[in-house]
């Protein structure tokens, strides 16, 4: 499997961006998906997950109510849309597919596929 993320910016506090991560490979619709992020010179951190079906969903704390992970498995596409953006929610931002984890795992070392970071940036 091979991910790409994108549709990262520069977006004023309050407001909105949606991340795509779209996907190649047979076994996607078979994988949990989760969006990570890491901040300058902090550790990098789940988000957000979302399970192979898009059944069960997943999210921080500091997220709940404003970020919203779906997915497509026609398009091989899992979708992060994040509302209300808060200076605190810049960081460079993942997408991460595993088949053998479930929308729950925050642990990153336990998925096995990667896309690169989208740069999300919000100002004050």
């Known amino acids: 499997v091979q991910l790409q993320a994108s549709g990262g910016g520069l977006v004023q506090a309050g407001g909105s961006l949606r991340l795509s991560c779209a996907a190649s490979g047979r076994t996607f619709s078979s994988c949990a998906v989760g969006w990570f992020r890491q901040a300058p010179g902090k550790e990098r951190e789940f988000v957000a997950g979302?399970?192979?079906?898009?059944?069960?969903?997943y999210y921080i704390d500091s997220v709940k109510g404003r970020f919203t992970i779906s997915r497509d498995n026609a398009e091989s596409t899992v979708y992060l849309q994040m509302n209300s953006l808060k200076p605190d929610d810049t960081a460079v931002y993942y997408c991460?597919?595993?088949?053998?984890?479930?929308?729950?795992?925050?642990?990153?070392?336990?998925?096995?596929?990667w896309g690169q970071g989208t740069l999300v940036t919000v100002s004050s």
């Open positions: 979302i399970n192979w079906s898009g059944g069960s969903t």
């Open positions: 991460a597919a595993d088949r053998f984890v479930t929308a729950t795992e925050t642990d990153g070392r336990n998925y096995d596929y």
